[in-house]
């Protein structure tokens, strides 16, 4: 078991919010040389990025997870991370799929390019990512959940896109952990783990906040476990 610096809320070029320097590989290298331990890529509503970033990775022999940052129909943002590519791939086309049917306007929104590893546009994501999807906030914790991953709800102390601002509480339901951006915890928070990461949409955001955790690999498992230990302690 090690002491690790983890920070699981970064967006890519992928993100139309996202700066353009924001390709997987660049990710990689400042993440690297931040001297973070594991880190995530969390795209809006789409996986498209996450073979890139995997490699990416890789290169740089940094652990990570493949995620997405999914917007429920409620507008809650809630991170879904997976320790594997395929099934993050999997659940992302399928919150793609969800997504209103409403195409990207680039020159208001942002581009979204679809990149390689060397950063070459692939393609672009057509629909508008920052919208939301049709699954509501109490179906998408247990769909995330059985598929493998780790479900934490985003940012829920700010005034925007967080479960305190759009439902009025937190529901009581089984988070891995849940996401603040302030120093001081709400009460509404208190009974799960708590977690800070810096919600990168450029490279010197990145790191900005982060999680320091006790854990013995980067594992959805051994990851929930290390997140319930930190409350236990904290108590």
């Not at 990025?49 to 997870?65: G, K, S, Y």
């Not at 990149?115 to 509501?136: M, P, R």
Request: one cysteine or more; glycine letters at 4%.
């Amino acid at each position: 078991m090690k002491k690790a610096r983890i920070d699981f809320h970064i967006h890519s070029c992928l993100s139309p919010c996202a700066s353009l320097e924001m390709s997987p590989r660049a990710i990689a290298a400042q993440a690297k040389k931040l001297g973070l331990d594991c880190i995530a890529l969390t795209d809006h509503c789409c996986a498209e990025n996450l073979p890139a970033f995997h490699d990416a990775c890789r290169e740089v022999h940094l652990p990570c997870l493949h995620g997405m940052e999914v917007c429920s129909e409620e507008e809650v943002h809630v991170l879904c991370l997976f320790d594997q590519l395929d099934p993050a791939l999997e659940f992302g086309r399928m919150t793609y799929d969800s997504l209103q049917n409403f195409p990207n306007n680039p020159e208001r929104f942002g581009d979204q390019p679809i990149v390689s590893v060397e950063g070459n546009i692939l393609d672009f994501a057509e629909k508008l990512l920052i919208g939301s999807t049709s699954i509501s906030f109490f179906d998408l914790v247990p769909m995330a959940l059985d598929a493998g991953a780790l479900c934490i709800p985003s940012h829920i102390d700010r005034d925007y896109y967080g479960a305190l601002a759009h439902l009025g509480f937190l529901p009581d339901l089984p988070y891995s952990a849940v996401e603040v951006v302030a120093r001081s915890v709400p009460e509404a928070a208190a009974g799960w783990p708590l977690v800070r990461f810096s919600d990168a949409h450029c490279l010197n955001h990145l790191g900005r906040r982060y999680t320091e955790l006790m854990v013995d690999e980067f594992t959805v498992p051994s990851l929930y476990a290390a997140f319930a230990e930190q409350l236990r302690t904290e108590k």
